[in-house]
């Protein structure tokens, strides 16, 4: 899974592992969105190792959890 | 669901010799809570004794005047019988109010009397309540919005589940049980239980090894009488208050008044406060809601279930506008 | 990235005889007369079943797990431990250790045998008490919230000193589940060390690639399966434990495996729609436009997952700042739900809009055309505000509180709403065969959003051809690759893939076929099952004729979806009329109108579907939906779907819908948007009628008599 | 059953012994003497696997099952009828909606063996070989069902409906459909589709069809 094809996670920065409904579909852009609102996140993450929102340490999968030196993470 | 054996029991008494067993044998009619409580582990019986083909299914009169109801009949054919819709207009109200159809060709009336609270701690296993040998009322301190707002001293808090057994409570009906030890009839009035620390597992007074078999309704007699059930969803839901009320006209006033409430308290609450506003008063909406008001004045709602109150005293008044033919809202 | 390009020879025809129109749901009757085999469905021979041991507590330490007397117990074939002593579980319903047996009643009984020893340790369940600097911590290592970061645009002091009226107040909404009425799962069978899973999922591949990677085996050697699913609505893009927990059991017991959850297990552990909370400070000015909003945020995704939302929503503040905090407490994470975070914004900001209305006397409809976005192809709310307000018969809403005699009180509401739904990226595959037969492959899933039947619809306008001469395979990672069926993009990216296929494959039969019936390729068309001269009609050949003269070899092609068959973002606004009873606070709908679009409409039956279907899910989140948790013990007391209130016939009115095509726009996704504004009309008009303001969701009575007896006491409502 | 103390922390083993109260008696753990004519009695069968010989769409079935088995799992399980689904299986939702002896009943809320000699009739008995029940013929064409999940249930129920009430008024619709949920959100539809096969002797509806050409315009 290219980590491009997520804007909300960063290549390099982020685990691998990582994964989030948007990059599961074929979402095209929607440029004027951000007409309408600000930028925010609601975004459910999970691990692709364990399946679920804990990565296999136990811990949450989040961006912000997920992009330091867990042993679990895979940059 | 626990494995159990099984007895298909042909009359009323197979039933009784059957529910007789070393471990924990329970009577299966309609099934429609039962199962669920089974399924839930709420009750793990070893023994199901199936009591559809031996319980009376009919409807029959009396000698008196009134209706002997088998615990057997379905409350389809309870809705249906034209009798009771005659005789019995807001038993008939109640019964086409309880549950979906599906739930109302297979549940009975003696089912539903003997029905187990549909307290949502008494139903989750891992709230190990005072109803399922605990120590605690969860509801006291949790989410009791749905629990009582009459009869709250504890130590259970459910309000009762059954629909028909305010009605019935309403008109003076008498149930007749069979157990080891013969027959023997009881009070509508008097068979539900207020939970003590000695009662609390059950809700009324049925014996080990003791089934209800009939309920004997009395001549209706020169009265009028009306039901209300306030419910959220308009489809497939449990009341959140409802009422009947049973008036024994005099002339034009009301000589005497049955009113009792339910899904407010853990018996069918009958409101003598609320009966005595109606003596001797002229059948109107005045009336009603000086009633609906006497109804409520001793009302203990817990921390979460204060609007129950607001709703059993619209519940009365419009139970008893229904008893006067006047439109409710 | 490919979009920004186009191509101009792939366009949706001018005059088409299929798109657009009511074309009945291919699977209908498959799907009516119960022959149509979902997951749960799937019977395999020497199937066996699985069951998951779970938490009952929101926060514990594993201290053992004995599994022994499970693996004795009668029919058992496998079982399998998921945690380890020591492992926290962070949520009522963590998953601790699986079986599977012969029979689904020997599994329950199986799973009962497992002893788990808890350590319980302190939970927190409540949003309020968990930003409490002394509440106890959902995590033995995690903090209970984190704060978001500051949004501001504009000047808040120049916005709030052109205000004129000020309305300071605190909106919520509550937190429901996806209450799939197929439960999450999962039937599992090896062969070898090839795995054959059919999973209730809205991503075959995706889901494929799921299990390889948590199984660690290659992709190739997973196939996904998903005929037929039983909704979704955002919760199902991946095996999830249960998925990879079958898979395992499946191995160990050399049997196949079906692992379908309950209802309980389905309320706990499978997702969530977060709640919303926001305390907000907004201006308007005495000319009616929005000046200031100043807002403070939060929510709950549950056990360490987000919950943020946009806000303010659609209507435009010049002035404001925004800041968010997530709160983390001990319950089942969030997961998308049709429209994640739309449906909490709309609401939060489309009170507040009937408030503010209010304090500077103009009709909702007017103060919100004056403050909505210019009109645009994608911003069509202008529009829906005056031609809605006229079908609906809005100039008889009364204002605010109506003045009638009677318990009975009727009042009017409008919201809007706006969503993405673009598509990107599917992949298909068309095979025209020299017997004329013609079979379309795409990797896609049908959630009951009527995919297997645009798929058809697309094709037989592309050649021109009956419904019935195309056979439609999808639903199976055997066929080429297509998105997760999320964000409303199925529509918008896969018609325009099936539309290119099949223009390409049919180039080529036009080039087999132009010598035949004397007319250059480029002047062929394909119209009525014949090949014909666009301009010399007489000149033709009978579809089937045209494909014996492919000969031995069919045509086979693979396409892609290209830029310009589809668009990006939808617009809607939605009109209620509720009756409200202000003697026992309970309210009923009366009516409901949603004008929405949705860019070219492939299939206006499935499309209108879809509409109703957004709206009744609001009537739920509106007025029934609750995941209540014991304030106490942190467990779901009604995990069922008896005290976790569904609308039935009964309670759903009259919905009328109106869909405003517009193909110049392409194919846009159409599932998610009309969820998104139904409570928050459902809201206003309470208020309407009752002159009482609900900031909270669901407008449960207790919430609507504790509003009615606030305003009758002269507060602040 | 694993042990209370390890579940939630508090034994319920002596409740258990004690507090079986419900159905329409108590419980009976006593061996005490009754009243009650000793008599040979109904024969006890189970746990285990017991014949069960249920007759479904018209056909006999013979089944070894265990008396707990319902009436949804010995089909679904059992016999590979996978029609009618199991969604709360609690009598809450209807997806489970069989006809037994012409009324509807929540199959998940039925044990099999209880049905024993009844008349059951599934969503699979009710199209022909070649044709949809007007029913479902009525369903598909008003795009009554999105997911289908609760389809079946539902559509079974809409067929007990228009047995009891050919000409059923939309109340009386409601009435008898209120017990059961679809998530998907398709109530208009169906009642438009239980209000069209009411007279499906009566015109055909809108101009859609499957697979024509030349479909008109809604």
């Not at chain 2, 009605?167 to 008097?190: C, H, M, N, Q, T």
């Not at chain 3, 087999?512 to 062929?524: E, M």
């Not at chain 3, 939808?570 to 309210?587: A, K």
């Not at chain 3, 004008?595 to 209108?608: P, S």
Request: aromatic fraction near 6%; hydrophobic fraction near 40%; charge should be neutral.
């Amino acid at each position: 899974m290219d980590h491009l094809t997520s804007s909300k996670l960063t290549s390099g920065v982020h685990c691998l592992n990582i994964r989030h409904k948007g990059m599961y579909v074929t979402s095209g852009p929607y440029p004027e969105e951000l007409n309408f609102y600000d930028p925010y996140d609601a975004t459910a993450y999970w691990c692709v190792e364990t399946q679920r929102g804990f990565g296999p340490d136990g811990k949450p999968v989040r961006p912000d959890m997920c992009s330091g030196d867990r042993e679990c993470c895979r940059h | 669901m626990k494995a159990f054996a099984y007895v298909n029991a042909t009359n009323e008494r197979e039933v009784v010799a059957a529910l007789k067993t070393d471990g924990i044998a329970l009577p299966l009619a309609g099934g429609q809570d039962l199962l669920a409580r089974m399924k839930d582990y709420i009750d793990s019986p070893d023994r199901i004794v199936n009591v559809k083909n031996a319980l009376d299914t009919t409807v029959t009169s009396t000698p008196e005047g009134g209706l002997k109801i088998g615990a057997a009949v379905k409350i389809i054919d309870l809705y249906e019988n034209q009798q009771v819709a005659r005789m019995y207009p807001a038993l008939n109200a109640a019964a086409i109010e309880i549950g979906t159809p599906q739930i109302r060709h297979q549940a009975t009336v003696g089912g539903n009397i003997n029905q187990r609270p549909r307290c949502w701690y008494y139903r989750n296993e891992e709230f190990v309540c005072y109803k399922k040998g605990g120590s605690r009322c969860f509801a006291v301190d949790g989410e009791n919005q749905y629990h009582a707002i009459f009869g709250n001293d504890g130590p259970s808090h459910i309000v009762h589940p059954s629909s028909l057994a305010v009605p019935f409570a309403a008109y003076g009906a008498r149930f007749r049980v069979l157990g080891p030890k013969g027959d023997r009839e009881i009070a509508a009035s008097d068979f539900f239980t207020m939970p003590t620390l000695a009662s609390v597992l059950k809700e009324n007074v049925l014996e080990d090894e003791e089934i209800l078999t009939h309920v004997i309704l009395p001549a209706p007699g020169n009265v009028r009488s009306g039901h209300y059930e306030v419910r959220y969803k308009a489809s497939h839901d449990w009341p959140l208050a409802f009422t009947t009320v049973v008036l024994t006209m005099n002339g034009n006033r009301i000589g005497s008044a049955r009113v009792v409430l339910g899904a407010v308290a853990p018996v069918p609450w009958r409101s003598k406060p609320a009966e005595a506003a109606l003596a001797g008063k002229p059948l109107n909406e005045d009336t009603a809601m000086l009633a609906a008001e006497a109804a409520v004045s001793e009302a203990k709602p817990m921390s979460g279930n204060a609007y129950k109150v607001q709703m059993a005293k619209t519940a009365v008044k419009r139970a008893i506008m229904r008893a006067a033919g006047l439109k409710t809202v | 990235m490919t979009w920004g390009w186009r191509v101009a020879k792939y366009t949706w025809p001018e005059k088409p005889t299929l798109l657009s129109t009511r074309v009945l749901r291919l699977d209908g009757p498959d799907k009516v007369a119960g022959r149509a085999r979902y997951t749960y469905d799937i019977n395999r021979p020497g199937m066996i079943y699985g069951r998951i041991v779970r938490s009952p507590y929101p926060h514990a330490r594993v201290t053992s797990i004995d599994l022994a007397a499970a693996q004795t117990a009668p029919g058992v074939k496998a079982v399998v431990a998921y945690r380890n002593p020591g492992d926290e579980v962070h949520y009522q319903g963590d998953p601790v250790a699986a079986v599977a047996a012969d029979t689904e009643e020997r599994a329950r009984d199986a799973a009962r045998l497992v002893r788990v020893r808890w350590e319980p340790l302190p939970h927190v369940s409540i949003e309020a008490q968990a930003m409490d600097a002394a509440a106890p911590k959902w995590s033995t290592t995690q903090e209970n919230t984190r704060p978001g970061v500051r949004q501001e645009t504009g000047n808040l002091e120049t916005g709030f000193n052109d205000a004129a009226h000020v309305v300071e107040q605190t909106y919520s909404t509550h937190v429901i589940t996806h209450v799939c009425l197929e439960t999450h799962g999962t039937v599992c069978e090896w062969d070898g060390d090839k795995l054959t899973a059919w999973v209730s999922t809205q991503g075959v591949h995706q889901c494929a690639q799921g299990f390889a990677q948590a199984l660690g085996i290659p992709q190739a050697n997973v196939r996904v399966i998903t005929q037929y699913m039983g909704g979704g609505f955002g919760s199902k893009f991946a095996p999830d434990s249960q998925g990879i927990i079958c898979a395992k059991l499946a191995k160990l017991a050399n049997a196949p495996v079906k692992l379908m959850l309950d209802r309980k297990e389905e309320h706990l552990d499978t997702g969530n729609r977060p709640s919303a909370f926001a305390h907000i400070r907004a201006g308007v000015s005495a000319e009616g436009k929005l000046t200031a909003f100043d807002g403070r945020s939060w929510g709950t995704g549950g056990a360490g997952a987000g919950s943020n939302f946009p806000l303010p929503y659609l209507y435009q503040f010049p002035n404001r700042k925004r800041v968010h905090t997530d709160v983390y407490i001990n319950a089942g994470q969030q997961r998308a739900m049709r429209a994640p975070g739309h449906p909490q914004g709309c609401f939060l900001t489309e009170i507040l809009m009937d408030e503010l209305a209010d304090r500077v006397k103009i009709d909702p409809v007017e103060f919100r055309i004056r403050n909505a976005p210019p009109i645009a192809p994608n911003a069509q709310w202008i529009k829906y505000f005056q031609e809605g307000a006229r079908r609906f018969g809005w100039e008889k809403r009364h204002p605010t509180g109506d003045p009638t005699p009677g318990p009975i009180k009727t009042g009017m509401g409008v919201s809007a709403h706006l969503w993405g739904g673009a598509g990107r990226g599917s992949t298909a595959h068309v095979d025209i065969n020299p017997d004329g037969s013609v079979v379309v492959k795409c990797g896609t899933q049908d959630l009951g959003t009527g995919t297997r039947t645009i798929v058809t619809i697309v094709a037989a306008e592309t050649l021109g051809v009956p419904m019935n001469a195309i056979t439609t395979e999808i639903g199976d990672t055997q066929y080429p690759f297509s998105g997760g069926s999320g964000g409303s993009t199925t529509a918008a990216s896969v018609s325009p893939a099936i539309r290119v296929t099949c223009t390409d494959a049919l180039n080529q039969l036009f080039a087999k076929v132009a010598p035949t019936v004397g007319v250059q390729p480029d002047d062929l068309v394909a119209e009525g099952g014949r090949i014909r001269g666009a301009t010399d009609a007489s000149k033709s050949v009978a579809w089937k004729d045209a494909c014996k003269l492919l000969g031995t070899e069919p045509i086979s092609v693979d396409g892609k979806w290209q830029d310009g068959l589809s668009g990006a973002g939808t617009s809607g606004v939605q009109f209620s009329e509720v009756t409200v009873d202000i003697e026992t606070g309970i309210v009923r709908i009366k009516r409901i109108l949603a004008m929405q679009d949705c860019g070219l409409i492939v299939d206006r039956l499935t499309a209108e579907s879809q509409v109703y279907g957004g709206v009744i899910a609001a009537i739920n989140f509106a007025l029934y939906e609750d995941r209540l948790l014991d304030r106490v013990t942190g467990q779901m007391v009604n995990p069922n779907m008896e005290f976790y209130l569904l609308a039935g016939m009964s309670d759903v009115p009259q919905i009328d819908v109106v869909l405003n095509d517009m193909p110049e726009r392409g194919v846009i996704g159409i599932g998610e948007p009309p969820t998104v504004s139904t409570a928050s009309a459902i809201a206003n008009a309470v208020r309407n009628a009752t002159g009482a303001t609900i900031r909270s969701l669901p407008l449960h009575p207790h919430k609507v008599l504790a509003a009615i007896e606030q305003q009758r006491a002269g507060g602040t409502n | 059953m694993s042990d209370k103390e390890d579940r939630f922390g508090v034994s319920r083993r002596d409740f258990l012994k004690s507090a079986g109260v419900g159905g329409l008696a108590t419980a009976v753990t006593s061996a005490g003497v009754t009243d009650v004519e000793a008599q040979a009695g109904p024969r006890v069968i189970g746990p285990g696997d017991v014949p069960v010989s249920l007759t479904v769409n018209g056909k006999r079935l013979e089944l070894r099952i265990e008396p707990r088995v319902t009436l949804l799992d010995a089909l679904r399980n059992r016999a590979d009828l996978t029609g009618n689904k199991r969604v709360c299986d609690r009598g809450s939702c209807g997806a489970c909606t069989m006809i037994v002896d012409g009324r509807t009943a929540y199959s998940c809320s039925t044990l099999a063996i209880d049905v024993q000699g009844k008349q059951i009739r599934t969503v699979e008995g009710l199209a022909g070989a070649n044709t949809l029940h007007p029913v479902q013929q009525a369903f598909c064409d008003v795009d009554a069902l999105m997911c289908g999940f609760c389809t079946p249930g539902f559509v079974v129920a809409t067929v007990a409906l228009l047995e009891k009430y050919p000409n059923a008024t939309p109340e009386q619709a409601r009435r008898e459909l209120d017990g059961n949920i679809c998530r998907c959100g398709t109530f208009v539809r169906i009642m438009e589709a239980a209000m069209k096969a009411k007279t499906v002797a009566g015109p055909p509806t809108r101009q859609a069809r499957w697979g024509d050409m030349g479909v008109a315009r809604g």
